[in-house]
């Protein structure tokens, strides 16, 4: 923390955040610069409070210096989290494709799709039983039955499922049918979810906030660390620019930032980026150039029947070739890796 | 609903959408343009699903014609919503002040505030107890017994309270105590707890989402009427934009669209929206010139020791200061207005 | 500028920082905090470069302390600048309202709008001569025709007259008629045209880049200052953000935070923010609320028929009631204030 | 256009929107719809100006059907615009990367980083000689010397040049030197420039104002080719979000949707999107994963001693892998693919 002093503070202002500064337990280093002086806080155990600071006489400004988060922090933990769910791995090295509708309608459409994206080489199936709706009056997922649906999809095709939890009342029911539990982007800040989701013993899959910084992203997966579960996978989604030719931008430049800053997994949603199909296949190849951890897609056997998002939703035969070329670039990319070159169905049928 | 057709769309693909359209029961209207065929969706009651045509050939647009919300909106219910809670009345013609510390922090600090800003001019207190923070690290309230030291303000100055709740699971306690229940912004899509609030029997003051579009916002307070409840507060608390002198931006246009696009009340919170106390006095006097119902300002009466929010809260005198100006400007826009104008502590002392 | 260092930054890495800044001719202060080192860099005399220290071994990050800008800051010149023009003074203490369409389309409607501009109070006249214009087959305004007709209201209604340059080849003409040069939104980092600018003679009226932050606005301001030419009136239009019901929206926290930062008058310009005419009366008040200097407000006699953004233009008695209620809430929020209280109808009328 | 009426809109108002409609020469097709009456307007040429109805009594809003570009457009011209210049080709079927400091600092730091940069396979070399800086006391280029500089490096190496023109004032100069022009993200919508631009007999290479909208920049390209000039390059490089981790957020859904509406190349400047150089090899293999036509890189010998964007310039055997990576995924996402793949230094030392 530096606190900067006005050009033409007095020494007595200065003295008066030196005295502020180490009332509260912390070391001061005043350094004249060429216009002001700055006073740097030292031998802080975490981060400092700038109200402390802002309102006294003299202060021009108060600039945060460490990042508030901890547990989800490379410094707190350098090697990379694997994340073992099903039989795949997600994490470093890795490239995880899931897949599935946006919501889970029937049985029958469930099944349906689950074969199309298991023989294109899906690791996870994706559905939504309950569903989160702009609207009261849309389609709000089928609820328990969604997830007994979810399950027998899971039995059939030996495909891990990960579905969407909305609040605590429901997140034992989903807890006892998914393999990975998701946390949506409207809920990225509903704290007590979060924390019931640091008590869970499934792996969470939390997608950012539509308008959250990285570092708000961070600090709500460190609340779910903070509660003991260690196993949290980053999902990028999109946030929310004045740019109106997809349904959010897509920022790619969050995987580099939190591949740095963090160790946890880090994938990409395009579908709910991109808000329409045609720009669902290039943003997937652009989430293995930059080296995300994995893709969750939509895809629909009939999309135009769809109950939600059928816009947005791929036709088997383009997921199918979305796998293709993701894999071929992965090789690329990370010419080791494991994962998705495993699943990749010319290899399988060879 | 328009669907507006490919420049080189056949007449085989626009007969498609036609059909598909009238399969869908609706009335179809093609329309040939300069450029173009678009073709009018009739007869339909209600939001048609996009969806249903993104996906067609020859289709190169869906554009939608009517607002998606309903009992919200002034064309169901033409005069405005007045809400009265302990004798003071939010709505057209009223401009009601909220005032209190972000978080209430001990029963002395409560006591010590309220005094404060009842004589200033306040109608309603303000004050945290379940608080929702970006660390889990943070101070997180005094929960219950911060709703017990409301309850004892409440009596103490007879002053009714507005708190926040965070979670279903605390929701009968704070109705218990509460008279205005607040959602805040990361919960305005938090959908369940939208639905248990409008179970409720207590008004709802619901902020905007911190990138929600004005119709995401109504379709939030929709969930709430449809729900049963019929008492809800709109408030503005800024947005989030690439601007970072302040917190947020405020968005004052919105007030003008609410209060044209539906009958519920709409006030403004200036102090998240400023994150700094040097521009509350100024968006509070913006606020009424715009013809909000009402601002939610934080007071404190020792801002630099407040355990959260401190560098936004208002001293004391800085309140009483700004009762006065929007007081006066109130008069100003609306010269027979009621509310606030009693409250104006000239008025009192005289 | 601070240097912070990686949490496992070594002694070497840190050295090698000190060793860079003493090199560049600066002094190094590194401070040890609780989970790393960060170095100060002091005794410079102006912005140091991040970019020395960004790339090296064991560096975190780099921030910087100071602000950029200079002869345009309140730290370098105290007082504020007033700006008299034609008789009338921008500036603090005064309340300017600048009125009058968006382009010049003919002598007769000129005539007709000052007519009813000046009668309703307003001090100085707008009108576009050279527009810009998103479509090249849009009308692109009369060119020196339109010069010559503001030149005629300026003569037949005493109003000085504001009207925007395009470019450095028709500056000399601008300069020749208009009492006021305005650079528009898409220009405000047109660095040629600000030198330009800094060797005028005239006002000159600078728009806020349409997403420009307060620092860039104010370094384009900067660019005048340092040319020569001190008088500069700063024009707050609206920002572009995810909100569409508005074409902009307008940040009314700019005018406190420039009038801190800044000795400069700053105006807020509310029909380009709305871009809607229902919404330009409360922003105008908003305006003053906000102690902005003054607004500038497009009016047409026949916005119906306007060549271009006659959807914002007021109607004359629109714009009358505005000068109205500006003017009674400019009395509240500057008590002695001078300038358009003058101007007032009814006043004048009595 | 369809004009929206009121849900209580009555016949006479109706009636009026048709009148309105047919004075100016259009057809008016009333549609009765569930809750209100929409009349779309038929029989235009072109766009139709909405102020001519948003102000007529009864009317909720407008709503606008067709694109505003023209000569730009698919539609126009089905056929991708290829563009030869200096032996390159840059459009569909080509892989482009243009790359070289960010200013031209003296010949010995410009032959050095070209001798760089053509070797790693570079086909194209940038540099300024005139840069836009935020602040008037940087650095402003060596102008003149500059271009005379660029000339000898195509002399030496040949590789065409592309540099930034800022005015019309040095166009000239700058069209005789360069093979390409830039127009810089700030003056995008400068359309004195663009109209400049459509009288070149140089490829112009059009940056994405940094705030601007697909259709924005669309119809600036439209004046240059309304201008006479058919040759021009788009080129996204990130726009202005709440996000702070990059410089800019690269918007990498433009490039779908710029080439399903437009003819025109379009290709990708992660350098300024990221403004750090981590980022920037893993945005420039997304940009040829979303099938963009090429990338422009900066690259210094000594970023840590640039006169300007030291920060986010690479390396060259950082470059060298970045033109590796990027061939390979190339390759994959167009197997027929020409340009790129030819210069892949691999290829070339065996």
Redo the contacts between chains.
């Keep these: 923390m530096?606190v900067?002093m006005?050009?033409?503070a007095t020494q007595e202002q200065i003295d008066a955040v030196v005295a502020r500064i180490e009332e509260n337990g912390y070391g001061a280093?005043p350094?004249?610069?060429?216009?002001?002086v700055?006073i740097?806080?030292?031998?802080?155990?975490?981060?400092v409070?700038?109200?402390?600071f802002?309102?006294?006489a003299g202060v021009k400004?108060v600039?945060p210096?460490?990042r508030?988060y901890?547990q989800v922090s490379r410094?707190f933990k350098p090697e990379d989290t694997l994340i073992e769910v099903g039989g795949t791995v997600i994490g470093n090295g890795h490239f995880t494709v899931i897949a599935g509708p946006c919501a889970v309608e029937s049985e029958e459409q469930a099944m349906a799709i689950a074969e199309k994206v298991r023989a294109a080489g899906a690791q996870v199936f994706r559905g939504g039983a309950f569903k989160?709706?702009?609207?009261?009056?849309s389609f709000q997922g089928l609820g328990l039955e969604g997830l007994r649906i979810l399950a027998r999809v899971r039995e059939a095709f030996g495909l891990p499922v990960v579905t969407e939890v909305?609040?605590?009342?429901s997140f034992d029911a989903v807890e006892a049918y998914a393999d990975i539990i998701q946390i949506g982007t409207?809920?990225m800040?509903?704290?007590?979810?979060l924390?019931r989701a640091g008590r869970s013993s499934r792996p969470i899959l939390l997608k950012r906030g539509?308008?959250a910084?990285?570092d708000?992203w961070l600090?709500a997966a460190?609340?779910i660390l903070?509660?003991g579960n260690p196993r949290v996978i980053l999902c990028e989604r999109g946030?929310?620019?004045?740019?109106?030719?997809?349904r959010n931008?897509?920022?790619?430049?969050?995987?580099?930032?939190v591949r740095?800053e963090s160790h946890l997994p880090v994938i990409i949603d395009p579908s709910h980026?991109?808000g329409?199909?045609?720009?669902v296949l290039?943003?997937s190849?652009?989430a293995?150039?930059?080296?995300a951890h994995g893709i969750m897609v939509e895809v629909h056997h009939q999309?135009?029947k769809?109950l939600s998002?059928?816009?947005q939703s791929l036709y088997p035969h383009q997921f199918a070739q979305l796998c293709r070329?993701v894999n071929?670039?992965f090789r690329?990319?990370k010419p080791g890796g494991a994962g998705a070159a495993q699943a990749d169905p010319r290899e399988k049928s060879a």
């Design positions: 530096l900067v006005e050009q033409d280093r350094m004249p610069g060429g216009q002001r700055a740097g806080i030292v031998n802080n155990e975490g981060p409070e700038p109200a402390l802002t309102g006294l400004d600039v210096v460490t508030p901890k410094e989160p709706r702009t609207s009261p009056y909305m609040d605590e009342a409207r809920n800040q509903n704290f007590s979810l924390k539509m308008a910084t990285v708000e600090m460190e609340y903070a509660g946030v929310r620019t004045f740019v109106h030719h997809s931008t897509l920022d790619l430049s969050a995987v580099a930032v740095k980026a991109a329409r199909r045609d720009q290039p943003l190849r652009a293995v150039a930059v080296e999309p135009e769809a998002d059928g816009a070329e071929d670039i690329i990319v």
